[in-house]
């Protein structure tokens, strides 16, 4: 019989990937969406007609429900990707932030432990809980945390509930601790797509320029698409573990933006310093890219750079994307969705 998984967070850029990479390995797939007044089903819209993808209403912030669907459903696999993913916005809603992505995953857990607690259980884990400490680079499954957000805290919370879990009632309770991983379909609030959806306004005439906050923050950049197969053999393991999943190599925000310039034939002169530094066009003197303070944290992380030697070791994952690909492919897929508008 064909293996049931059900997804948290399946609207989102990772939910629509680990759906489309289920379906083709004959899973029945079920996703939890929220209500909406506006349509939110737009990364999984290609989806809606397979016999095999269901869609129910519910909420990780919402105990009953998460027990009746895992109750209806019996997954013999939860993905829970739902979190108020933000870490700019996690200052701005601390509480909703510890509420949904902290304490959401106890509510998932404790429905699994009641109902059936042989379900396995993946825990979206993040590269945020290290906090970018330089001396600790790069970051394993060993590294000390260090969260710098209220987003890192909650999901701090998560990581540790789930592990919890996992030693007090030997549920199959695994952490995939992902650093920074995008695509096409990332939110275009997320750096990266607001670089190449700001290229693909500039180049469409319709924007003047893009803001962006502090430019010298090293990431960890890999694509959406690699990492959910990560997910999918964390939990295909022999035993439940906690992976780092990873690139191993890490750019700044400055070195993203420039690479994505240079795909449409730009290339960046800065100038001045600080907050008033300023990318200009080489070619005609306008101003591309400035500083907004705006958009600073209140505490930054510096430097993020995993180490994914022991998710490639056990578990035979790689990365197949390199950093190049990845920013060609959404500067791409934006050119071709402004240009259409």
Known sequence: MAKIALITGITGQDGSYLSEFLLQKNYEVHGIIRRHSTNCKERISQLEENKNFFLHYGDISDSSNLANLIREINPDEVYNLAAQSHVGTSFEVPEYTAEVTGVGTLKLLEAIRQINPKIKFYQASTSELFGGIPETAPQNENTPFYPKSPYGCAKLYAFWITKNYRESYKIFACNGILFNHESPRRGE???????????????????????????????????????????????????????????????????????????????????GEGINEKGFCSKTGKILVDVNTKFFRPAEVDLLLGDPSKAEKILNWKRKISFENLVKMMVESDLKKFSQE
């Open 189 to 271: 609030d997320f750096v990266t797509r607001k670089i190449t959806v700001g290229i693909a306004k500039i180049i469409a005439g319709k924007q003047e320029k893009i803001s962006l906050g502090n430019l010298n923050s090293k990431r960890d950049w890999g694509f959406a698409g690699d990492y959910v197969e990560g997910m999918w053999k964390i939990l295909q393991h022999d035993t439940a573990d906690d992976f780092v999943l990873a690139t191993g190599e890490t750019h700044t925000v400055r070195e993203f933006l420039e690479t994505a310039f240079n795909y449409v034939g730009i290339k960046i002169e800065w100038r």
